[in-house]
T-cell receptor, first 113, second 118 residues
Framework: AQSVTQLDSQVPVFEEAPVELRCNYS??????LFWYVQYPNQGLQLLLK??????LVKGINGFEAEFNKSQTSFHLRKPSVHISDTAEYFC???????????FGDGTTLTVKP | GAVVSQHPSWVICKSGTSVKIECRSL??????MFWYRQFPKQSLMLMAT?????????EQGVEKDKFLINHASLTLSTLTVTSAHPEDSSFYIC??????????????FGSGTRLTVV
């Protein structure tokens, strides 16, 4: 079984400030890790993913995430946020074989001017 | 890149009627599609896994007779909410694995369907 915990349900930040959205996971097998973004009344869009190799992965819109196996974490970061980054962010883990993903409860990022 | 089209984007129906939601992969063949339900301010709840040419696999607690899934071709899966009731009102989202069909591709999501049952 696998699970995902997003440690912050809401993260308010000011424009141009850095942000970190935290994600921890648990799994008994190797997994793939993903971050998705959801804008209001829309589906989810893949931001970035970790499959193997370098633990620092870069995604779209200036986001990056670092895989930490010892801490079973996959935190999402952006050095300077924009108003347009306001959205819901979901961390997900996928069993490498089965492919079915488990999603965290989401983190609402609100960027204030 | 891989694109998934979901239709309709929103629908209002009367209690007791049925509603069909379509999910199409536009530029790749999706042997497996997934149907999710999302309540306001909540995460996605996987309802079922739709496999082309075979019966869908439903998650525990999901009524297969109420939520009918058909995956008739490699590019189309449909979800029919039968005899809808107000408690079925929700945001329904479909997804398909990336173009190669590998789980490492992540999911490509449709834009979702807002169902309101009155």
């Amino acid at each position: 079984a696998q699970s995902v915990t997003q440690l912050d349900s809401q993260v308010p930040v000011f424009e141009e400030a850095p942000v970190e959205l935290r994600c921890n996971y648990s799994s008994s097998v190797s997994v793939y890790l993903f971050w998705y973004v959801q804008y209001p009344n829309q589906g989810l869009q893949l931001l970035l993913k970790y499959l193997s190799g370098s633990t620092l992965v870069k995604g779209i819109n200036g986001f990056e995430a670092e895989f930490n196996k010892s801490q079973t974490s996959f935190h999402l970061r952006k050095p300077s946020v924009h108003i347009s980054d306001t959205a819901e962010y979901f961390c997900a883990v996928s069993n490498t074989n089965a492919g079915k993903s488990t999603f965290g409860d989401g983190t609402t990022l609100t960027v204030k001017p | 890149g891989a694109v998934v089209s979901q239709h309709p984007s929103w629908v209002i129906c009367k209690s007791g009627t049925s509603v069909k939601i379509e999910c199409r992969s536009l530029d790749f063949q999706a042997t497996t599609m997934f149907w999710y339900r999302q309540f306001p301010k909540q995460s996605l709840m996987l309802m079922a896994t739709s496999n082309e040419g075979s019966k869908a696999t439903y998650e525990q607690g999901v009524e297969k007779d109420k939520f009918l899934i058909n995956h008739a071709s490699l590019t189309l899966s449909t979800l029919t909410v039968t005899s809808a009731h107000p408690e079925d009102s929700s945001f329904y989202i479909c997804s398909a694995r990336g173009a190669t069909g590998r789980s490492s591709q992540g999911y490509t999501f449709g834009s979702g369907t807002r169902l309101t049952v009155v």
